[in-house]
């Protein structure tokens, strides 16, 4: 199937078409989980790939994520290439057991003789009223841990880049997709080009502030910085776009030169990755700060159903752009 | 038709008042739905109302019930406030659950709904600790946990089978197996289709019914009661049924094929018990007819309530995180965005 690169792809499309591709190039990668054949998948990421390579290769599986993604990681101890779709990260907690102690351990514990080339891919996020078992921000948890890659893409053509990447490497990959963003269209990259992991993206150039943002929250802070440029104030919006890699050199670096840095992640607060990345800006940059770096992030709570307090609960625009302001305030911008 | 034991009318009158009551608040539900008054996930039990009143009809008031998302119908057979279900529906401050919960997290303690959970599979154990509980304290009450065809390949469901067996635990388990999970057929997602002989291995006794008749579903449920309450054993019940909607108001069901859900809508559980109520001279058309007005006005009661109803405060946010609440200075900066 051809793909006309001038065209915007929807990010759902830009990883269908990531998916397809590499099913195409290497006989090893097949797909597994949740009605994901028959169905399309619940996000349509799938969608035509049944027809296309047939059950041996896109593998409808009961609903039992702990033991699909451990015989997964075993698959990929063989040397196949799966790619597991969990429906939402809601319910990768199940297999978490598999993913931390076993994928990210194998490689380590067995030196080096066996490598785990897993994809588990799968959305997060809220917004969507789905309440608080269903609308869950979990990047951290893997961010946590050795032996786990992760990455988080926020456009389609980062979705796609970076997926055929993670499908091409040897370790085990923790993709996190968002709910809020599988329509969102953009330009995607054609089949040769691979997005590298560890090479944050700049989205905007700015010089008063830094703004460190990843997945839909890129565009929740790209928000902001159209509303902070009418005051002409001009923040630098940064998607670290992996964080196992992470490209801490392009966040210090900007952060230097702004001496500001505000942090927006749609997780809780606590010990997550806004205060994992808020401690390595500490350690890297701390002589060049202006203010203490500043956070925005998902409230302290489970998430709640009714609309008007889930709302309340998400980071929004306005609280990026009440954040700069303090932050730029108590300094010397 | 035989009759449960124990059945009389009136039971039977109640009985239908509640399927009406689930069908028709269901109904107006997804009517809200379409006009964008309830947000997230919306799943339907229309057509399965014979396995959930069949079941709560057999239930002593004060066993615990345990149920996944799609669970309206558990709530009001239970007993709940229909204003404060629909409430919760609409997310607002009268809800059951202050809002808090919506459509997937029903709960009423008072009556002992011990809650709607949205991971699958999740709450059967939930279902295991309220027997356990119920052991503990030497009271004689039963536990009962419903959950999905599609939950039985979760292995914590295996566990929970295997604990209820090792330690004669009083639980009923209660697969309501409408034959699909999502898009997925039960065909294609179990290995053994009769899902209920699964607890052969662990040597809780275990059967199938048919799902559509409330009336067997209330007979089995009863039997199974008895062994847990009588001889301290857990029982499984496989609840065989169909759900007519699609999985929830997102599913356009194009997955299902339109002979077998005809075939399944000649079953329908209210239409058929209504013949068995005029057949058996239990209630008179002018008594159906009566029934279903006064079930529409509180249906209709309930939605201009919750419509009417005050958004829950922003304020209250965080309240509720914790049942120990602590102040935590240092963090509050951190607790809103
Ligand atoms: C652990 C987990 N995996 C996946 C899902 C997504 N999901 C929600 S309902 C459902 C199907 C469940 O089917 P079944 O147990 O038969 O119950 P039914 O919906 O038919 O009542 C799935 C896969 C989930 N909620 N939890
Ligand atoms: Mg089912």
């Known amino acids: ?333 | 038709m035989s009759t449960a034991t124990g059945t009389g009318q009136q039971d039977m009158r109640d009985m239908f008042r509640s399927m009406l009551l689930i069908r028709r608040f269901e109904e107006k539900a997804s009517e809200e739905y379409m006009a964008g008054r309830i947000g997230g996930f919306l799943h339907l039990a229309i057509g399965e109302e014979a396995a959930v009143v069949g079941t709560v009809s057999a239930m002593r008031a004060d066993d615990p019930l345990t149920s996944t998302y799609r669970e309206h119908g558990q709530a009001l057979a239970r007993g709940a406030d229909p204003r404060a279900v629909m409430a919760e529906l609409l997310g607002r401050s009268t809800g059951l659950c202050g809002g808090r919960g919506g459509s997937m997290h029903l709960m009423d303690k008072a009556r002992s709904f011990y809650g709607g959970y949205g991971i699958v599979g999740g709450s059967v154990p939930l279902g295991l600790g309220l027997a356990y509980a119920a052991r503990y304290r030497k009271s004689d009450q039963v536990s009962v946990t419903m959950f999905g065809d599609g939950a039985t390949n979760q292995g914590v469901v295996a566990e929970c089978f295997n604990m209820a067996g090792l330690w004669d635990l009083p639980i009923v388990f209660l697969i309501l197996n409408n034959q699909y999970g999502m898009g997925t057929s039960l065909e294609h997602a179990a290995a053994e289709e009769d899902l209920y002989t699964r607890c052969n291995a662990y040597g809780i006794p275990s059967w199938k019914v048919d799902g559509m008749d409330v009336m067997a579903v209330r007979g089995a449920v009863a039997e199974a009661l008895r062994i847990a309450r009588e001889e301290r054993n857990p029982a499984c019940v496989e609840l065989l049924a169909y759900r007519y909607r699609g999985h929830s108001m997102s599913d356009p069901d194009t997955v299902r094929d339109a002979d077998e859900k005809e075939r399944w809508r000649l079953r329908d559980p209210l239409v058929t018990f209504e013949r068995v109520l005029l057949g058996e001279a239990v209630m008179t058309a002018d008594d159906i007819a009566a029934m279903k007005a006064e079930v529409e006005a509180v249906v209709e009661d309930a939605a201009a309530f919750a419509e009417e109803s005050p958004e829950v405060p922003v304020a209250e946010l965080a309240d509720d995180v914790y049942a120990n609440p602590f102040n935590d200075d240092a963090r509050g900066g951190a607790l809103m965005p």
């Open chain 1, 1 to 333: 199937m051809s793909t006309d690169p001038a065209k915007p792809v929807a990010y759902r499309d830009a990883l269908n078409q990531a998916l397809r591709e590499e099913l195409t190039r290497d006989p090893d990668v097949f797909l597994l989980g949740e009605d994901i054949a028959g169905f399309d998948g619940a996000f349509k990421v799938t969608r035509g790939l049944l027809a296309e390579f047939g059950p041996e290769r896109v593998v409808d599986t009961p609903i039992t994520e702990a033991g699909f993604t451990g015989m997964a990681i075993g698959a990929a101890m063989a040397g196949l290439r799966p790619v597991v779709e969990i429906m939402t990260v809601n319910f990768v907690i199940l297999a978490m057991d598999q993913i931390v102690n076993n994928a990210a351990k194998i490689h380590y514990m067995f030196g080096g003789q066996a490598s785990v080339p897993i994809v588990i891919r799968m959305p997060g996020g809220a917004g969507h009223q789905l309440s608080s078992q269903h609308s869950q921000t979990l990047d951290a948890w893997f961010a946590h841990v050795p032996g786990l890659k992760v990455v988080c893409p926020s456009t389609p053509e980062d979705a796609k880049g970076l997926l055929k990447t993670a499908i091409r490497d040897d370790d085990p990959v923790i993709f996190i997709e968002n709910e809020g963003l599988y329509g969102k269209k953009g330009p995607v990259g054609g089949p040769d080009d691979l997005i590298p992991f560890g090479q944050a993206a700049v989205r905007r150039a700015g010089t008063h502030c830094t703004v460190i943002a990843h997945s839909r929250m890129v565009w929740v802070a790209l928000q902001a910085a159209e509303e902070l440029a009418s005051q002409g104030i001009e923040v630098e919006v940064i998607d670290p776009r992996t964080f196992r890699p992470l490209d801490l050199d392009t966040l210090a670096s900007s952060v230097r030169r702004t001496g500001h840095a505000v942090v927006v992640d749609e997780g809780w607060p606590e010990y997550g990755i806004s205060a994992g990345l808020a401690t390595l800006l500490y350690e890297a940059c701390f002589d060049w700060l202006d203010a203490p770096i500043g956070r925005v992030t998902c409230a302290d709570v489970p998430m709640p159903y009714a609309k008007n307090l889930e709302q309340a609960a998400l980071p929004q625009p306005a609280d990026v752009v009440a954040a700069v302001l303090a932050n730029i305030g108590q300094g010397v911008a």
